[in-house]
């Protein structure tokens, strides 16, 4: 499962977008705001970001440290209508993977997301190991000594953002966020379940890692001691 986040002010292109993404299976992020992107970049659970340039209140570009800095690696395609050749080397000399001036197909922009996350930085970047536990973050699959973990989609989901952050705190909302996504509602006590049935599975499966709970705060991936 492939998430992306769509940073798109224009509500009718972003409903379109989404729609058209969704019915190919990715998960879908929107937000429609230079604040709101900032604050989903911290996060740095997304797969691929489709970015305006012109928003409201700043200029896309100026993101694309703070969206590598939160998620080394993930592949970023500007969205604008700004496609005059100096805005386009403008916006790849800033360090987007890609620069599609609106209006486009919808095919092209396909191919072009096939195109990003099949380059080789990209795949390096994507397969992340602590213990004896193999996350690979372009297929959504998690291995232990070459045997693929049979994990429903919202465990594995937990484990990307903690794989990600391994030996780091993830902080409750920002896991909750990348298990449902931003428009799905949440019940308090439902990642914790998530949590102790994946806690069992790794357990089982000799992974070499321990999930701890920082009470409060979130949860910690690392090394079995």
Known sequence: MVRILLVEDEMEMAAALR?????????????????????????????????????????????????????????????????????????????????????????????????????PATLAAEQVQL???????????AHVRDIRLDLPRRELRVLAALMRRRGRTVLRPALEQAVYGFDDEIQSNTLDSHISRLRKKL???????????IRGVGYLLRRAS
């Open 19 to 119: 729609s058209v993404l969704e019915r190919e299976g990715f998960v879908v992020d929107h937000v429609h705001s230079f604040a709101d992107a900032r604050e989903a970049a911290i996060d740095g659970d997304h797969d691929l970001v489709l970015l305006d340039r012109t928003l409201p209140d700043g200029e896309g570009l100026s993101l694309l440290p703070e969206l590598r800095r939160g998620n080394p690696g993930v592949p970023v395609i500007v969205l604008t209508a700004r496609g005059d050749i100096a805005d386009r080397v403008s916006g790849l000399d800033h360090g987007a993977d890609d620069y599609l001036a609106k209006p486009f197909a919808m095919e092209e922009l396909l191919a072009r997301i096939r195109a990003v996350r099949r380059r």
């Open 131 to 141: 213990g004896e536990l193999i996350y690979d973050m372009a297929h959504d699959e």
């Open 203 to 213: 357990a089982e499966s000799g992974a070499g890692v321990e999930i701890h709970a």
